[in-house]
């Protein structure tokens, strides 16, 4: 008998409402869910392939150890907890708390009880050398609000639903389905936009997805977004076009920036960003003229090398044209769970509260840049990183210089993954613990109903129960906090008590925390008999979710500075951004170019290569280059390209194409799966190559020191006259 039930596709930030036909314990069908009131039944091609992720035969279904020889042996949950959770104990008692690293991988921030019991694993290693994906592309969006408005958590999100300009910037959200702007079906949410009268401006160097369907592109200069921003902002101003009575009530510092913006003549931005003066100055009118506007940045510029003060740039032309917390503006979501809240108690809001140890590179939100792993496994000293614990990631295929990273894990004293999958990180990991597949776990709507313009609360149960040998990603992450002599609050006495409660039966759930923080939250019943207000039953109760309606809240809830004010001149911003106008514009050395990332739809980073469905058809990890550049290096499309960076040349596939501009050119990362023939034989065999290996584990951002992966400097040349392999050089190698 066939039965249908809902669930939620966890694979990307936009949580699609899903129907899932259940025969027995097994999932036989999926499609999107017309009635949730969030995706109203949009799917892309990942969520739909989460059957073939659930039945394929490569994935992981125990725990395994590897052998003597380096092969993976299952063991049982109890071997494979008490032997890791000794050996990572073992280190931290001889060599200190710092010599035990961890990586968290994006799903961490997708299941919320992940997320709960990231903490827990954290809060039991007490290492500052933790880090992440988030720390690869976000972290300047974090810092900007944490000294703007106080909380990294605390960030304005476009609201795209009821704007009529939206001016997006290094973000391709039609591919992305929304980063930090949680909102499925991008494409229908910008046709409306277009539909309605208004305007879709992408500002990126490539032609995206997002710029093909949108109203106009302009194609900025790598990493040169700040000039751009600032010089619409600046315009602005020159105009008289700002809002002086929001700048009044709601904000500090205006003086200190309003001197700095008059630096930033349209002139001076066109030398700095290569996007004519004229073109800038209409822009910015029309962004001041449209009856409500937004300027929204993401990755590209969170991965370039002004991507703190493009962000700065960013929020500060919202704020002068009166578009902050407004109706189609940036505006300030308030979901069901206080996410700022949550991020405090468990000590994960905060900027630079300690330093990596090598380079100095402060912490966001938790965590030091992940380019400093591979260093601090290769530098001898005190806090010296000698064991790892990943959580669903690939940072050897996901962070910049992979190769030297690669080439430190095997020297580790002990390395523990929780994964699907062996993958191009784990396959040097001494114990790999599975999680169940995806239709086994619960889901509630926690960390990105903070990035939704009209947030939702969905709870669902899992789709079909988890065998009795599986466990969820956060029972695993608990299970080694409490090995590790922690529990799941981090709070060494509490958690004391909860370790001394499970030896008499009582077993913590993430789902007791969500529904307190539901029932204390902004429409929580507050625990009052006969409350209108919102607990996790009544959210039970409607799994094709609550609409929490329009974010129509104003800023006050999201803004914490003890006076309640917006920071528009915080110290370390405004030394950014003399920095940047101090900067000589950007010199290239003939024949350098610069290189920058993309994304597929059908691609989620460097996982999902093993279901033939998302690989099918022509080879896209190949190197886009404007054919001004290839006639003049000589390269042809589909021949083939030796591609030099600083760290590293080989060879690359050509594809000539002017979706790039002239001096550009694209690779797509989180492909490379050569080495990972025995355990995904979809992926092996077409593992094309890793962008990483060419991006630069040293150049980083100057405000967090986050990795600069767009807009790298590189050469290429023709390679078909080239012995094959003769090229490949790894600097170090
Ligand atoms: S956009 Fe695709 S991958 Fe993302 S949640 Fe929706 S179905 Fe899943």
Redesign the pocket.
Same mark, same amino acid.
């Given at each position: 008998m066939t039965i249908t039930k809902h669930h939620v596709?966890? =694979? &990307?930030?936009? #949580? &699609?409402g899903f129907l899932v036909d259940v025969e027995g314990r097994s999932v036989t069908a999926v499609r999107g869910n017309d009635a949730d009131v969030f995706?109203r039944g949009?799917?892309?091609p990942? #969520? =739909?392939a989460a059957l073939a992720l659930d039945r394929d035969a490569d994935r992981l279904r125990t725990p395994v150890r590897r052998d003597a020889l380096g092969n993976f042996q299952p063991v049982t949950w109890d071997q494979a907890f008490s032997e890791a959770a000794e050996r990572i104990l073992a280190v931290q008692r001889k060599h200190g708390r710092d010599s035990v690293a961890s990586y968290m991988g994006t799903p961490v921030v997708h299941k919320h009880g992940a997320l709960l019991m990231r903490g827990a694993l954290l809060g039991a290693l007490r290492t500052k050398n933790s880090t992440s994906a988030g720390s690869q592309d976000t972290s300047p969006r974090f810092v900007t609000s944490y000294f703007m408005y106080g909380s990294t958590m605390s960030n304005p999100v476009p609201d795209v639903d009821r704007t009529q300009y939206f001016l997006c910037i290094g973000g391709n959200p039609l591919v992305s389905?929304g980063s930090v702007l949680t909102a499925?079906n991008m494409r229908a949410r910008l046709q409306a936009i277009r539909q309605r009268g208004g305007r879709v401006v992408v500002v990126d160097p490539r032609r995206t997805e997002t710029a093909r369907a949108a109203s106009e592109h302009v194609a900025v200069l790598p990493g040169q977004d700040a000039a751009l921003l600032l010089a619409m902002a600046h315009v602005v101003v020159e105009s008289g076009r700002v809002d002086h009575r929001f700048i009044a009530a709601h904000t500090r510092g205006w003086e200190d920036v309003r001197r700095r913006l008059s630096a930033w003549s349209p002139e001076r931005a066109e030398r700095q960003s290569g996007v004519a003066a004229a073109v800038i100055r209409r822009l910015a009118e029309e962004f001041a003229e449209a009856p409500s506007s937004v300027a929204y940045t993401r990755l590209g510029v969170c991965n370039s090398e002004s991507g703190t003060v493009a962000t700065f740039a960013a929020d500060l032309l919202n704020v002068v044209a009166g578009r902050l917390g407004a109706p189609g503006g940036a505006v300030f979501p308030k979901p069901a769970v206080d996410v700022p809240g949550l991020a405090r108690m468990v000590g994960a809001d905060g900027f630079a509260r300690w330093k990596s140890r090598v380079r100095g590179l402060p912490e966001t939100a938790g965590d030091v840049p992940a380019s400093v792993l591979a260093e601090e496994m290769e530098t001898p000293g005190q806090g010296q990183v000698r064991a790892l614990i990943t959580y669903a990631g690939n940072p050897v295929l996901t962070t910049p210089n992979g190769k030297r990273l690669a080439a430190a894990l095997p020297k580790l004293d002990v390395m523990v993954s929780v994964d699907l999958y062996v993958n191009e990180t784990t396959r040097h990991a001494s114990f790999i613990l599975p999680p169940c597949g995806p239709f086994s776990e619960d889901h509630v709507d926690v960390f990105f109903a903070n990035f939704a313009p009209r947030p939702v609360l969905r709870w669902l149960e899992p789709a079909v129960p988890r065998a009795a040998d599986e466990r969820e990603d956060w029972e695993i992450l608990l299970e080694l906090a409490y090995r590790l002599g922690g529990g799941p609050t981090g709070i060494r006495p509490v958690d004391f008590a909860f370790r001394q409660a499970r030896r008499f039966g009582f077993h913590f759930t993430p789902a007791t925390l969500v529904d307190f923080a539901i029932r204390t939250g902004p429409y929580g019943d507050r625990f009052l008999p006969g409350s209108k207000g919102l607990n996790g039953d009544k959210a039970r109760r409607c799994p094709d979710g609550i609409d929490l309606g329009p974010s129509d809240h104003g800023i006050a809830h999201r803004i914490f500075h003890r006076d309640g004010r917006v920071d528009l001149a915080p110290s370390r911003l405004i030394e950014a951004l003399d920095e940047l106008e101090r900067a000589a514009p950007p010199a290239r050395r003939p024949g350098e170019l610069l290189l920058i990332g993309r994304r597929d739809i059908r691609s989620?980073n460097s996982w999902m290569h093993n279901l033939p469905k998302l690989v099918a058809g022509r080879d896209r990890c190949t190197l886009h280059v404007h054919p001004e550049d290839a006639a003049r290096e000589g390269l042809r499309d589909g021949g083939v390209a030796i591609l030099e960076s600083r760290i590293h040349v080989g060879r690359v596939p050509v594809e000539v194409t002017d979706e790039v501009r002239p001096g550009v050119v694209s690779l797509p990362h989180g492909f490379g799966h050569g080495a990972v023939a025995a355990w995904q034989r979809v992926a092996s065999a077409q593992p094309g190559v890793s962008a990483n290996d060419w991006t630069d584990d040293q150049l980083v951002e100057n405000v967090v020191g986050q990795s600069i992966l767009n807009g790298v400097p590189v050469r290429v040349r023709a390679a078909d006259a080239e012995a094959p392999r003769s090229v490949e050089q790894t600097a170090g190698e």
């Open positions: 596709c966890e =694979l &990307c930030e936009a #949580g &699609c995706s949009f799917t892309c990942k #969520g =739909l389905n499925p989620n």
